[in-house]
Protein backbone atom coordinates (compact mmCIF):
# COMPACT_ATOMS: atom_id res chain seq x y z
CA UNK A 1 0.00 0.00 0.00
CA UNK A 2 1.19 3.45 -1.01
CA UNK A 3 2.09 5.68 1.79
CA UNK A 4 1.23 8.92 1.04
CA UNK A 5 -1.09 10.67 3.24
CA UNK A 6 -3.23 13.46 2.22
CA UNK A 7 -5.47 15.68 4.78
CA UNK A 8 -8.55 17.19 4.69
CA UNK A 9 -10.83 19.11 7.11
CA UNK A 10 -14.45 18.88 7.11
CA UNK A 11 -16.46 21.52 8.47
CA UNK A 12 -19.99 20.97 10.15
CA UNK A 13 -23.05 23.03 11.44
CA UNK A 14 -23.13 22.77 15.35
CA UNK A 15 -24.04 21.16 17.63
CA UNK A 16 -22.63 18.12 16.97
CA UNK A 17 -22.23 14.95 19.40
CA UNK A 18 -19.48 12.77 18.34
CA UNK A 19 -19.23 11.73 21.20
CA UNK A 20 -22.92 9.27 20.50
CA UNK A 21 -21.26 8.59 16.93
CA UNK A 22 -17.98 7.17 17.82
CA UNK A 23 -19.78 5.15 20.61
CA UNK A 24 -22.33 4.10 17.37
CA UNK A 25 -19.21 3.15 15.48
CA UNK A 26 -17.26 1.36 18.62
CA UNK A 27 -20.11 -0.83 19.04
CA UNK A 28 -20.28 -2.26 15.64
CA UNK A 29 -16.70 -1.59 14.84
CA UNK A 30 -15.44 -4.94 12.49
CA UNK A 31 -12.05 -6.20 13.43
CA UNK A 32 -9.80 -5.99 11.03
CA UNK A 33 -11.42 -3.84 8.55
CA UNK A 34 -12.24 -1.10 11.18
CA UNK A 35 -10.75 0.34 14.37
CA UNK A 36 -12.56 3.07 16.89
CA UNK A 37 -10.90 4.60 19.50
CA UNK A 38 -10.03 7.52 21.78
CA UNK A 39 -7.69 9.20 18.54
CA UNK A 40 -11.24 8.89 16.34
CA UNK A 41 -12.21 6.30 13.42
CA UNK A 42 -10.25 4.62 10.89
CA UNK A 43 -10.66 1.65 8.29
CA UNK A 44 -9.63 -0.10 4.91
CA UNK A 45 -11.40 0.52 1.83
CA UNK A 46 -10.77 0.36 -1.97
CA UNK A 47 -10.02 3.37 -4.02
CA UNK A 48 -9.00 3.23 -7.41
CA UNK A 49 -8.76 -0.59 -7.97
CA UNK A 50 -6.24 -0.55 -4.69
CA UNK A 51 -6.74 -0.42 -0.91
CA UNK A 52 -6.44 2.68 1.07
CA UNK A 53 -7.00 3.64 4.39
CA UNK A 54 -8.64 6.80 6.16
CA UNK A 55 -8.67 8.26 9.87
CA UNK A 56 -11.12 10.91 11.17
CA UNK A 57 -11.06 12.53 14.16
CA UNK A 58 -12.50 15.95 15.65
CA UNK A 59 -10.64 19.34 15.42
CA UNK A 60 -10.40 20.65 18.65
CA UNK A 61 -11.40 24.46 18.61
CA UNK A 62 -13.22 24.79 15.31
CA UNK A 63 -16.42 23.26 14.16
CA UNK A 64 -14.56 20.29 11.83
CA UNK A 65 -13.45 17.04 11.43
CA UNK A 66 -10.40 16.15 9.98
CA UNK A 67 -9.85 13.20 7.10
CA UNK A 68 -6.57 11.49 6.63
CA UNK A 69 -6.45 9.74 3.54
CA UNK A 70 -3.39 6.93 2.86
CA UNK A 71 -2.75 5.09 -0.52
CA UNK A 72 -5.32 6.85 -2.60
CA UNK A 73 -4.79 8.94 -5.57
CA UNK A 74 -5.45 12.72 -5.50
CA UNK A 75 -8.00 12.28 -8.42
CA UNK A 76 -10.18 10.01 -5.15
CA UNK A 77 -10.81 12.89 -2.86
CA UNK A 78 -13.92 14.80 -4.25
CA UNK A 79 -15.21 11.21 -3.55
CA UNK A 80 -13.63 10.26 -0.38
CA UNK A 81 -14.57 14.06 0.97
CA UNK A 82 -18.28 13.44 -0.42
CA UNK A 83 -18.86 10.04 1.50
CA UNK A 84 -16.78 11.48 4.63
CA UNK A 85 -19.61 14.20 4.55
CA UNK A 86 -22.30 11.54 4.37
CA UNK A 87 -21.11 9.07 6.86
CA UNK A 88 -20.37 11.42 9.74
CA UNK A 89 -23.52 13.78 8.88
CA UNK A 90 -21.62 17.17 8.19
CA UNK A 91 -23.94 18.53 5.90
CA UNK A 92 -27.48 19.17 7.41
CA UNK A 93 -28.48 21.70 10.20
CA UNK A 94 -29.31 20.19 13.44
CA UNK A 95 -31.10 22.73 14.36
CA UNK A 96 -33.23 22.77 11.77
CA UNK A 97 -34.09 18.54 12.41
CA UNK A 98 -34.50 19.80 15.85
CA UNK A 99 -36.96 22.36 15.53
CA UNK A 100 -39.08 19.88 13.58
CA UNK A 101 -38.96 17.17 16.19
CA UNK A 102 -39.32 19.34 19.20
CA UNK A 103 -43.12 19.44 18.97
CA UNK A 104 -43.44 15.81 19.67
CA UNK A 105 -43.70 14.64 23.29
CA UNK A 106 -41.63 11.51 22.43
CA UNK A 107 -38.95 13.08 21.27
CA UNK A 108 -39.11 16.38 22.35
CA UNK A 109 -36.95 15.51 25.22
CA UNK A 110 -34.66 13.45 23.60
CA UNK A 111 -34.02 16.49 21.02
CA UNK A 112 -33.72 18.92 23.78
CA UNK A 113 -31.07 16.18 25.89
CA UNK A 114 -28.69 15.80 22.12
CA UNK A 115 -29.86 18.21 19.97
CA UNK A 116 -26.37 17.78 18.12
CA UNK A 117 -27.33 13.63 17.55
CA UNK A 118 -26.60 12.56 13.83
CA UNK A 119 -27.42 9.60 11.71
CA UNK A 120 -24.36 7.34 11.78
CA UNK A 121 -23.42 6.54 8.11
CA UNK A 122 -21.52 3.35 6.69
CA UNK A 123 -19.08 3.72 3.88
CA UNK A 124 -20.13 1.16 1.55
CA UNK A 125 -23.86 0.55 1.02
CA UNK A 126 -22.81 -3.41 -0.16
CA UNK A 127 -21.18 -3.85 2.97
CA UNK A 128 -24.39 -1.87 5.13
CA UNK A 129 -26.60 -4.19 3.41
CA UNK A 130 -24.30 -7.74 4.27
CA UNK A 131 -23.69 -6.66 7.83
CA UNK A 132 -27.89 -5.81 8.22
CA UNK A 133 -28.59 -9.39 6.53
CA UNK A 134 -26.34 -11.13 9.55
CA UNK A 135 -27.28 -8.49 12.19
CA UNK A 136 -31.31 -9.34 11.59
CA UNK A 137 -33.11 -10.73 14.71
CA UNK A 138 -29.41 -10.96 16.91
CA UNK A 139 -27.52 -8.68 19.21
CA UNK A 140 -25.30 -6.21 17.85
CA UNK A 141 -22.23 -8.28 19.21
CA UNK A 142 -23.31 -11.29 17.71
CA UNK A 143 -23.84 -9.43 14.27
CA UNK A 144 -20.29 -7.99 14.31
CA UNK A 145 -19.05 -11.24 15.03
CA UNK A 146 -21.22 -13.14 12.41
CA UNK A 147 -19.90 -10.21 9.48
CA UNK A 148 -15.98 -10.87 11.15
CA UNK A 149 -16.14 -14.72 10.29
CA UNK A 150 -17.20 -13.70 6.54
CA UNK A 151 -14.76 -10.95 6.53
CA UNK A 152 -12.12 -13.66 7.32
CA UNK A 153 -13.48 -16.18 4.81
CA UNK A 154 -14.37 -13.94 2.09
CA UNK A 155 -12.05 -10.54 2.54
CA UNK A 156 -8.94 -9.44 0.67
CA UNK A 157 -5.91 -9.63 3.12
CA UNK A 158 -3.70 -6.18 2.83
CA UNK A 159 -0.31 -6.87 2.22
CA UNK A 160 0.86 -4.67 4.99
CA UNK A 161 -1.34 -4.87 7.72
CA UNK A 162 -1.35 -1.82 9.49
CA UNK A 163 -2.26 -1.05 13.69
CA UNK A 164 -4.97 -3.88 13.25
CA UNK A 165 -6.31 -3.32 10.35
CA UNK A 166 -6.04 -6.36 8.22
CA UNK A 167 -8.40 -6.95 5.64
CA UNK A 168 -10.51 -5.20 2.69
CA UNK A 169 -14.50 -6.05 3.53
CA UNK A 170 -15.59 -8.47 0.31
CA UNK A 171 -16.62 -7.59 -2.74
CA UNK A 172 -19.43 -8.95 -4.54
CA UNK A 173 -17.62 -11.30 -6.63
CA UNK A 174 -15.49 -12.55 -3.58
CA UNK A 175 -18.42 -13.05 -1.68
CA UNK A 176 -20.90 -14.50 -4.53
CA UNK A 177 -18.52 -17.53 -4.48
CA UNK A 178 -17.25 -18.27 -1.29
CA UNK A 179 -18.16 -20.69 0.59
CA UNK A 180 -19.89 -19.96 4.25
CA UNK A 181 -20.47 -22.84 5.55
CA UNK A 182 -18.90 -23.64 8.81
CA UNK A 183 -19.79 -19.62 9.88
CA UNK A 184 -22.14 -20.24 12.22
CA UNK A 185 -24.46 -18.54 9.88
CA UNK A 186 -27.74 -20.34 8.74
CA UNK A 187 -28.54 -21.67 5.55
CA UNK A 188 -30.86 -18.91 4.57
CA UNK A 189 -28.86 -16.96 5.33
CA UNK A 190 -26.48 -18.04 3.37
CA UNK A 191 -28.82 -18.04 0.63
CA UNK A 192 -29.51 -14.65 0.91
CA UNK A 193 -25.80 -13.34 1.00
CA UNK A 194 -25.16 -15.14 -2.62
CA UNK A 195 -28.48 -13.97 -3.97
CA UNK A 196 -27.64 -10.10 -2.70
CA UNK A 197 -23.98 -10.25 -4.10
CA UNK A 198 -25.90 -11.83 -7.28
CA UNK A 199 -28.13 -9.64 -7.83
CA UNK A 200 -25.34 -6.43 -7.28
CA UNK A 201 -23.08 -8.05 -10.29
CA UNK A 202 -25.84 -8.40 -12.24
CA UNK A 203 -27.22 -5.05 -11.90
CA UNK A 204 -30.63 -5.85 -9.94
CA UNK A 205 -29.78 -3.73 -7.06
CA UNK A 206 -28.03 -0.86 -8.02
CA UNK A 207 -26.70 1.34 -5.13
CA UNK A 208 -26.38 4.40 -7.20
CA UNK A 209 -29.95 4.60 -7.97
CA UNK A 210 -32.77 6.80 -5.59
CA UNK A 211 -33.29 5.18 -2.43
CA UNK A 212 -36.95 3.69 -2.63
CA UNK A 213 -35.71 2.22 -6.30
CA UNK A 214 -33.05 0.48 -4.15
CA UNK A 215 -34.99 -0.54 -1.22
CA UNK A 216 -37.64 -2.36 -3.83
CA UNK A 217 -34.83 -4.14 -5.49
CA UNK A 218 -33.55 -5.28 -2.13
CA UNK A 219 -36.77 -6.57 -0.78
CA UNK A 220 -37.48 -8.46 -4.03
CA UNK A 221 -34.79 -10.88 -2.72
CA UNK A 222 -35.61 -13.55 -0.86
CA UNK A 223 -34.76 -13.46 2.90
CA UNK A 224 -34.21 -9.69 2.58
CA UNK A 225 -37.01 -7.60 4.18
CA UNK A 226 -38.05 -4.07 4.79
CA UNK A 227 -36.08 -3.75 8.01
CA UNK A 228 -32.73 -4.65 5.52
CA UNK A 229 -33.67 -2.31 3.28
CA UNK A 230 -34.62 0.85 5.36
CA UNK A 231 -31.29 0.27 7.18
CA UNK A 232 -29.55 0.33 4.14
CA UNK A 233 -31.51 3.44 3.21
CA UNK A 234 -30.81 5.38 6.91
CA UNK A 235 -26.99 4.37 7.07
CA UNK A 236 -25.57 4.14 3.68
CA UNK A 237 -27.79 5.91 1.50
CA UNK A 238 -28.01 9.03 3.82
CA UNK A 239 -31.93 9.20 3.77
CA UNK A 240 -33.05 11.25 6.44
CA UNK A 241 -37.08 9.96 6.42
CA UNK A 242 -35.52 6.43 6.44
CA UNK A 243 -37.69 4.23 9.23
CA UNK A 244 -36.65 0.56 9.54
CA UNK A 245 -40.58 0.30 11.20
CA UNK A 246 -40.14 -3.65 12.13
CA UNK A 247 -37.03 -2.66 14.48
CA UNK A 248 -38.08 -4.12 17.71
CA UNK A 249 -36.67 -1.17 19.74
CA UNK A 250 -38.86 1.57 17.17
CA UNK A 251 -42.10 -0.17 18.43
CA UNK A 252 -41.03 -0.63 22.24
CA UNK A 253 -39.97 3.03 22.44
CA UNK A 254 -42.79 4.39 20.64
CA UNK A 255 -45.21 2.52 22.22
CA UNK A 256 -47.72 4.31 24.43
CA UNK A 257 -47.95 3.50 28.50
CA UNK A 258 -49.66 0.07 28.45
CA UNK A 259 -48.73 -1.09 25.98
CA UNK A 260 -45.67 -3.39 25.34
CA UNK A 261 -44.93 -2.76 21.67
CA UNK A 262 -46.66 -0.93 18.61
CA UNK A 263 -46.57 -3.33 15.24
CA UNK A 264 -44.69 -2.06 12.39
CA UNK A 265 -47.78 -0.46 10.30
CA UNK A 266 -48.51 1.21 14.14
CA UNK A 267 -45.22 2.89 14.03
CA UNK A 268 -45.51 3.61 10.64
CA UNK A 269 -48.42 5.74 11.40
CA UNK A 270 -47.07 7.31 15.05
CA UNK A 271 -43.89 8.41 12.66
CA UNK A 272 -46.24 10.55 10.64
CA UNK A 273 -45.16 13.57 12.36
CA UNK A 274 -41.95 12.74 12.51
CA UNK A 275 -41.30 13.20 8.86
CA UNK A 276 -38.85 14.34 6.97
CA UNK A 277 -36.37 13.30 9.64
CA UNK A 278 -37.30 9.70 10.40
CA UNK A 279 -34.03 8.64 10.62
CA UNK A 280 -32.87 10.82 13.18
CA UNK A 281 -36.20 10.73 14.93
CA UNK A 282 -34.62 6.57 14.51
CA UNK A 283 -31.72 7.44 15.69
CA UNK A 284 -33.08 9.19 18.98
CA UNK A 285 -34.85 6.53 20.25
CA UNK A 286 -32.04 4.44 19.32
CA UNK A 287 -29.89 5.79 21.63
CA UNK A 288 -32.43 6.64 24.69
CA UNK A 289 -32.86 2.81 24.19
CA UNK A 290 -29.13 2.13 24.66
CA UNK A 291 -29.28 4.80 27.80
CA UNK A 292 -31.91 2.18 29.25
CA UNK A 293 -30.32 -0.55 29.56
CA UNK A 294 -26.91 0.61 30.62
Request: hydrophobic share 50%.
Given at each position: ?A????VL??G????????????F??R??????????????AR???????P?L???R?L???D?L?L??????????P??R???????D?????R?I??AL???????P?V????????PG??D???????A?L???VS?A?G??L???V???????L???R?G?T???????????A?L?G??I???R???L???A???????V????A??????????LK?I???T??Y???R?L????A??YG????RR???P?GT????????????????P???????H???A?A????
Amino acid sequence: MATTELVLRLGYRPPYDWDHLREFLARRALAGVERVDAAGYARTLRCAGRPALIAVRPLGGVDALELRVTGAPRAALPLLRSTARRVFDLTRDPRRIAAALAADRLLGPLVALRPGLRVPGAWDAFECAVRAVLGQQVSVAAGRTLVARVVARAGEPLRVPRDGLTHLFPTPARLARARLDGLGITSARRAALRLLARAVLAGQVDFEAAPAKVAAALTSLKGIGPWTAQYVALRALGEPDALPYGDWVLRRMAAPAGTAMLSPRQLEERAGGWRPWRAYATVHLWRAAAGRVT
